[in-house]
């Protein structure tokens, strides 16, 4: 990838293969699979593959490239509950978005657009992801569902500063870190098919109110 650029300043190309390091080891839910990223130390490539474990060899299911550099964030990947297909997050749009793959066969896009996803989480139920969006402009990061297979991404929320979340272990409720331009983060919890949100904190002193 720096062939272009070291010629451009009269210089020699560089030899032998670039570096490469282990970034994640994701195992399948029935532990007979396993996913690996990698990425190049020149950070312009990351790969996902797949581990052959009878060959010892690994197997690619996909490739992000890029001659500038792979951003730090939107690396998440993961299983699905079939155990055979991957999702992951990829920059490849010019933005941060969700897709599923079956090894072997091209990806699909679960949200496109000109927002990003952040923080994906799969559902309890295994049937939908949670993730943070910002469909709206890029300071408004709200919860927002998409089923796994055919639908829409939903906004859940319509707080304007949405830092995270994490569900009850009965997948029933969604807590919320929720923070404004004059309001440190705060706590609240809602339903985690969408509905009221209740905040449960108020950590401002009446000075700062």
Not at 37 to 56: E, F, G, P, S
Not at 91 to 106: A, C, K, N, W
Not at 184 to 206: C, I, K, Y
């Amino acid at each position: 990838p720096l062939a272009t650029l070291r010629a451009a300043a009269g210089k020699e190309p560089l030899k032998g293969n670039r570096g490469v390091r282990v970034d994640g080891i994701e195992w399948s839910g029935d532990g007979r699979q396993v996913a690996v990223m990698l990425r190049a130390h020149d950070n312009k490539d990351r790969w996902i593959a797949t581990v052959d474990l009878a060959r010892q060899a690994l197997v690619p299911v996909h490739r992000l490239t890029d001659p500038a550099w792979i951003n730090w964030a939107f690396n998440e990947y993961g299983w699905l509950p079939d155990n055979r297909s991957l999702w992951f997050l990829s920059e490849e749009s010019g933005h941060g978005h969700l897709y599923t793959v079956v090894p072997g066969q091209r990806p699909q896009a679960l949200t496109a657009g000109r927002w990003e996803v952040t923080q994906p989480v799969l559902a309890p139920a295994g049937d939908r992801f949670y993730f943070t969006c910002n469909r709206a402009w890029p300071g408004d990061y709200e919860l927002c569902e998409r089923p796994l297979g055919r639908g829409e991404v939903r906004e859940l929320t319509d707080l304007d500063g949405v830092e995270g979340f994490v569900f009850s272990p009965d997948g029933q409720q969604v807590a919320l870190r929720v923070s404004s331009s004059h309001v440190p983060p705060q706590l609240a919890v809602m339903p985690a098919a969408g509905g009221e949100v209740r905040t449960l904190t108020d950590t401002r002193s009446e000075a700062y109110r």
